[in-house]
């Protein structure tokens, strides 16, 4: 296994067989080797910095069914809110003046959000914060709509592949939801000059090694800025409800093998990560993850942003949190950095600067 790693390290790319093998692995001595490579790589690019992106969940409102979530539009006994204008703009105000420079809003696919009422929303956190970056993690929409965001001020945007195996997709997800349209929003996304974010679940019902791989192929060939992964975490509510989860030993190798794969990605250490294991996040940032997302929605609203069963941090003002996972990212040997937190070498100019190195 060693051979394997110090390849990665070196070469940044396996062959599929030496990917399973790496993949499959329970050895403690090839965890920690990877763990020490990965740290290695992510402080050659970014040293001990750790970006804070300040989370808004300003919808609990879906039209999709995707069998795995909390807020699929057939859990009847979700509770439904969404924030209106005022209110996300008061949790960016407040995660402004908490040292954020990151906003990302996240929400199910809402109809009641018009690219109209975003773009409204987009320039005026704009206007009060222009060192701030906005991201957008709203699901598929048009092109037409990515590209007004985008002319809004959207810089980044979040959507996860979840499968990169049309077979898997179509375990996951509903009939009328395609993995080919998904690869298409996210390449659309690429070519609008969005930072694009990609990524998976980890240890989701009927995904096998060779899925994994897959997706890291298809991740290969998007190169993203950044790559979101986490545990597979069952929701009571939903059709996977008895299902395992995903487990705390396969995404931390997986967290390794990314940050050795794509050296200057962005790569959060999830919520999901800490819900699974109480130090998880702590564990995902030494082996590579270089972002955390804290909290910014309204304390009232939090425990209806239901995605999975046990989800932490649904209790505490966002002043809390901040505190919270400032401690937990020095106590791992690290420190936050109060910047936007872009992708290394991602140039976030004039359009005509912006480019991926
Ligand atoms: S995963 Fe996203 S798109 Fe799918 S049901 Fe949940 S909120 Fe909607």
């Known amino acids: ?35 020490e490579r990965a740290d290695q790589v992510r402080r050659e690019s970014y040293g001990d ?24 539009r057939s859990n009847k006994d979700a509770e439904r809110y969404r924030l209106s204008p005022e209110d996300i703009l ?27 009422i975003l773009c409204g929303l987009i320039r005026e956190i704009k206007q009060r914060h222009p060192d701030c970056a906005v991201t957008l993690s709203l699901g598929e929409r048009s092109e037409e ?50 930072q694009v974010g990609a ?28 790559i979101g992964i986490g545990p597979f975490v069952p929701h009571h509510n939903t059709p996977f409800a008895d299902e395992k989860g995903g487990t705390l030993g396969l995404t931390l190798r997986l967290l390794g093998i990314l940050r050795l794969m794509f050296p200057k990605v962005l790569l959060p250490a999830t919520t999901a990560l800490g819900t699974i294991s109480p130090t998880g996040r702590e564990q995902g940032l030494k082996t590579g993850c270089n972002v955390v997302m804290p909290n910014l929605s309204p304390v009232s609203v939090r425990k209806k942003y239901d995605l999975y069963d046990n989800k932490i941090c649904t209790g505490e003002e966002a002043a809390e949190c901040r505190g919270c996972l400032q401690r937990r990212i020095e106590s791992a040997g690290y420190s936050v950095a109060q910047e936007r937190g872009d992708a290394a070498g991602f140039f976030t100019g004039n359009d005509d600067q912006r480019r991926n190195t």
């Open 90 to 116: 008061a949790c960016a105000d407040e995660g402004y003046r908490l040292g954020f420079r990151t906003f990302v809003m996240q929400g199910g696919e809402d109809a009641f959000f018009t690219d109209s």
């Open 199 to 226: 990524g998976f679940m980890v240890g989701a019902p009927y995904q096998t090694t060779k899925h994994i791989i897959e997706d890291l192929r298809f991740l290969q060939e998007l190169q993203p800025q950044m």
């Open 49 to 72: 910095k750790v970006f804070l992106r300040g989370l808004i969940e300003i919808s609990s409102f879906c039209r999709n069914d995707c069998l795995y979530c909390g807020i699929r």
């Open 1 to 35: 296994m060693t051979d394997i790693i110090e390849k990665l390290f070196r070469t940044g790319d396996l062959t599929d067989g030496e990917l399973e093998a790496l993949i499959e692995t329970e050895d403690t001595e090839a965890a920690a080797l990877l763990r």
């Open 145 to 194: 709509s990515y590209r007004l965001l985008r002319e809004a001020g959207a810089d980044r945007y979040l959507l996860r592949h979840e499968a990169a195996s049309d077979e898997l997709y179509g375990k996951l997800h509903p009939a009328e939801m395609s993995l080919a349209k998904r690869k298409e929003c996210l390449f659309t996304l690429k070519r609008l000059g969005y």
